[in-house]
């Protein structure tokens, strides 16, 4: 039998692409190389009667369009608002940002009555030009090359957009392309209690520290979520983020996808240059197809199924400079009862968004310091969150499930990453030591603790590096630079191989955007 189109990997990336295709009539294979699908997307019960959202664990990116284009509502997603962004500190002060502007304004003016007043402004600030990236997230990437008419128009339309954001909104925009988060947001505010959780959304997934270059524009990150036409909304998917993928994969079957599980995939298939299909890992099995479309990395993609004999050296020279550079882990634990913060005890709304523990900017830069040099942080910053507040099926009552997000831990450990199985403890035990600070007793109220480090990112779910946005969000990296100048349409140097996953525009993070776009280009072209 031959497809339309095989889709390598069963992320919600590659799950939404098989949507789009299949909804256009399309014959569509995907593969899975894991037991179920969802990529870094997934939710599994890896100790009796708790679910875990094993790796991703929030939404706030995934696209509204395509939330309506594949109407996954009826597919049982699910988003549950995050109420608050709570950082408690080491001395048992705290500090509560809301999503009433009032609350938020009295939690920041017991640190600075100068940020308080502030506050609002930077949102507006950032607002405005959150809602003109959006008009590039949700398009192909601009081809600034390009001669074709109708792209040039669109480079015109963006450029007429920019320019009436007016001159303070342009010089906002060169800062964050250039400047560091931390030094970025010392223009606006002068309290380390607000800048220190403001300032991380721009090293999540990146080995970069808060006061490096570049790390300013992922701020904008947090200002481009959108749950039900909230912006700057966070939220959680009923069930972990495992019920995206679980409702991407029903709208793909709905409309007549196949879905195989167990299915790795070894290599492309090739014949006179072109892709005819995939070769299956073990068996050996070919399948055959008239585009073969990857949501893996582009460095595996590339230098790994493909082969780099099948490429042109400037492109297998730029792939190997193709940044990934894992620094980050997660651990997931399982508890008897609920973990009360010092800081503000209770089980309030405080607590029933995500926690932060970064109490300084001095704290996050230790914390790099030690991953430059190959290890990874003692006393880390955290993300955290307790899903069964706002889901109580994830775990047996009265008992909870807590997620973790670590950072930093760097793939490039000085023992080297085939060491990181010897040290996966001792990561796991500087996460429950750090959080056992602000939460007392917490050792004890360890049912079950499971630690993921970069290597086992990498084993497990295919991510090269442990990075889990498929190669790292820099300047360098993004727009039509992503994966590699020339190559950012997803289109690929070898004809009928196409990229969808989060290693294309607009990048990482689970808005499935990347596997849509790419869809759409290929229906455009004809080219499936």
């Known amino acids: 039998m031959t497809y339309d189109a095989i889709i390598i990997g069963g992320g919600h990336n590659g799950l939404c692409t098989a949507a789009y295709l299949a909804k256009a009539g399309r014959k569509v294979l995907v593969l899975e190389r894991r037991h179920l699908v969802g990529g870094a997307a997934v939710s599994e019960e890896i100790y009796p009667g708790f679910t875990y959202t094993v790796c991703s664990y929030v939404v706030s990116l995934l696209r509204p369009w395509i939330i309506r284009d594949l109407n996954l509502a009826k597919h049982g997603l699910h988003v549950l608002p995050l109420e608050a962004a709570f950082t408690p500190l080491p001395d048992g002060r705290s500090l509560c940002r809301w999503p009433d502007p009032h609350k938020t304004r009295e939690e920041i003016a017991q640190f600075s009555v100068k940020d308080a007043d502030r506050y609002p402004e930077f949102g507006k600030a950032m607002g405005q030009l959150a809602r003109f990236a959006k008009l590039i997230i949700d398009k192909p990437a601009p081809d600034p090359a390009t001669w074709s008419p109708r792209e040039l128009m669109d480079l015109l339309g963006l450029s007429r957009k920019f320019r009436d954001l007016g001159d303070d909104m342009a010089s906002l925009q060169f800062k964050l392309a250039t400047m560091s988060s931390a030094d970025f947001l010392d223009e606006w505010f002068e309290s380390d209690v607000l800048k220190a959780p403001m300032s991380v959304s721009g090293i999540i997934g990146t080995m970069l520290g808060v006061r490096s270059p570049g790390t300013a524009y992922v701020l904008l990150h947090h200002y481009m979520g959108e749950i039900d036409g909230a912006s700057r909304a966070w939220g959680f998917a009923k069930g972990g983020n495992g019920a995206v993928s679980n409702a991407l994969a029903g709208a793909a079957v709905e409309h007549g996808a196949e879905i195989r599980v167990n299915a790795g995939v070894e290599r492309v298939l090739l014949k006179g240059g072109k892709a005819v299909g995939v070769v299956l890992s073990g068996s050996g099995d070919e399948i055959r197809a008239k585009t073969v479309i990857s949501t893996c990395e582009p460095r595996l993609t590339f230098l790994g199924m493909v082969g780099e004999e099948n490429l042109p050296d400037p492109f297998v020279a730029q792939m190997k400079r193709y940044k990934l550079r894992g620094s980050s882990g997660k651990v997931n634990f399982a508890l008897d009862r609920f ?13 029933r968004g995500d926690v932060a523990i970064c109490p300084s900017i001095d704290y996050l830069e230790t914390a790099y310091d030690e991953a430059k040099y190959g290890d990874f942080s003692q006393r880390p910053f955290l993300n955290l969150v307790i899903p069964s507040l706002l889901d109580p099926g994830m775990a047996p009552p009265g008992k909870h499930v807590m997620s973790a997000f670590v950072q930093y831990a760097p793939y490039h450990i000085k023992e080297g990453p085939s060491h990181w199985p010897e040290r ?11 959080i056992a ?32 946005f498929h190669g790292e969000l820099s300047a360098d990296q993004l727009l039509f630079n992503r994966p590699t100048a020339g190559w950012a349409r997803y289109r690929t140097p070898v004809k009928n191989l196409w990229l969808a996953g989060s290693g294309a525009h607009p990048g990482g993070g689970v808005m499935a955007a990347p596997g849509a776009l790419a869809a759409m280009q290929m229906l455009k072209e004809r080219a499936v």
């Open 437 to 468: 600070e602000y939460v007392p007793g917490f050792k004890e109220m360890i049912l079950h603790r499971q630690v993921l480090t970069p290597w086992d990112l990498e084993q497990e779910f295919g991510l090269t590096e442990g990075n889990i």
């Open 424 to 434: 996966r403890e001792a990561f796991g035990d500087a996460v429950t030591d750090t």
């Open 339 to 351: 973990p009360e913060f010092s800081a503000r005890p209770g089980d309030g709304p405080h607590v």
